[in-house]
């Protein structure tokens, strides 16, 4: 008499898999705050302003995008229903 799964896991077996996976999951979270921590927190004005100056030596630039054109139709059509 075989087994009548045909090849699914048991309910218990997926649960455990969840709650291990689970478990993973608050440990890596957990180790991220502990590197945050040790890091020192967010930079102080004066070192904001060091890596800034450090991004645009090695030749970094944003990149301003424009305004999204369903943004700009948007208004247009507004325009037009009250006008």
């Not at 709650?19 to 945050?36: L, P, S």
């Amino acid at each position: 008499m075989g087994n009548d799964m045909s090849g699914k896991a048991s309910p218990s077996t997926t649960r455990s898999e969840a709650f291990r996976e689970r478990i993973r999951r608050a440990q890596a979270v957990a180790a991220d705050a502990a590197r945050a921590r040790a890091a020192g927190g967010p930079p102080s004005d004066e070192e904001a302003a060091q890596l800034v100056a450090a991004f645009h030596a090695r030749g970094g630039k944003v990149t301003v995008l424009p305004l999204v054109e369903s943004e700009q139709s948007d208004v247009e059509v507004e325009e037009t229903i009250e006008g």
